[in-house]
């Protein structure tokens, strides 16, 4: 097969694995907007840098541009024909893609991708004009830098550089209020669980635990679910093990609440 055969296969084969399409979950009126700040750091909401007001990826219904999923179909491609792997004297120009994200199951948003890889970094260029929650991007056209680093077992992994940062990563996010793709730490979010006090993680993780053993979680029952038909044992173990661990943990924050309210009295 020739090298330009070769090319157009692996082009189209990436194509058809980088259209990607995701999902975020319905908003409501009490959204938040990022507002951008004066310095690199861009804040959001009023209540930006007091203890417990920072603003969250889910509050903010931010976009989420995973570098993993993004370099999914090239990946793939590649293991099938290595003899098209970039090098710094030729590199590999990519053609543009679409990235879809919707919004309780309706169209939302589109992102224009396109891929210009070397052996060891490259260039993401983005293009879009997003109707966002509350506001508009307006019309965007610029590249990100990518970098790609040695895996312990073999192979590499891509990351993202962050445009305002300089920061490796590997998600970049598009906030309500904002109009680029920057890193967790450009905008100043937090994730939600980080905002939940230390009971309300243990049942989050509880309940996540209870969704893999394909039950619903109501509350800490020392009753767990069976194990799943197709589970291995070892797996089933450990998740009984690390359900008994959240278990534990919130009868002692229980019990230093009780304590507490005690010797209040």
Request: glycine content about 10%; some cysteine; aromatic content about 8%.
């Amino acid at each position: 097969m020739g090298m330009n055969v070769l090319l157009e296969t692996m082009s189209t084969s990436v194509h058809m694995n980088s259209n990607l399409s995701f999902d975020v979950s319905s908003c409501d009126t009490s959204c938040q907007t990022i507002s951008e700040n004066s310095g690199n750091r861009i804040l959001g909401g009023p209540t930006s840098g007091r203890r417990g007001g920072q603003a969250t990826i889910e509050g903010c219904q931010s976009l989420i541009l995973s570098v993993d999923r993004v370099m999914q179909g090239y990946t793939k491609a590649l293991r099938k024909y290595p003899l098209l792997t970039p090098s710094d004297d030729q590199p590999l120009s990519l053609p543009w893609n679409t990235l879809r994200w919707s919004r309780s199951g309706e169209p939302w948003a589109e992102v224009e991708l396109q891929l210009e890889l070397r052996a060891n970094d490259g260039t993401a260029r983005l293009r879009y004009d997003i109707d966002h929650v509350s506001q508009k991007t307006g019309p965007q056209d610029y590249p990100v830098s990518m970098v790609a680093r040695p895996c312990g077992f073999g192979g590499q992994r891509w990351w993202w550089i962050c445009p305002t940062t300089l920061k490796r990563v590997a998600n970049l996010y598009l906030p309500n209020g904002g109009d680029r793709f920057l890193s967790r730490s450009a905008y100043g979010l937090c994730y939600l669980s980080q905002r939940q006090a230390p009971t309300g993680r243990m049942h989050e993780r509880s309940r996540k635990l209870y969704v893999k053993l394909g039950a619903d979680f109501r509350g800490m029952s020392w009753e767990l679910p069976l194990k799943p038909k197709g589970m291995h044992w070892r797996t089933y173990e450990a998740i009984c093990a690390r359900l008994e661990m959240e278990a534990n943990g919130l009868d002692r924050g229980l019990a230093q609440l009780v304590e507490r309210l005690t010797r209040g009295n």
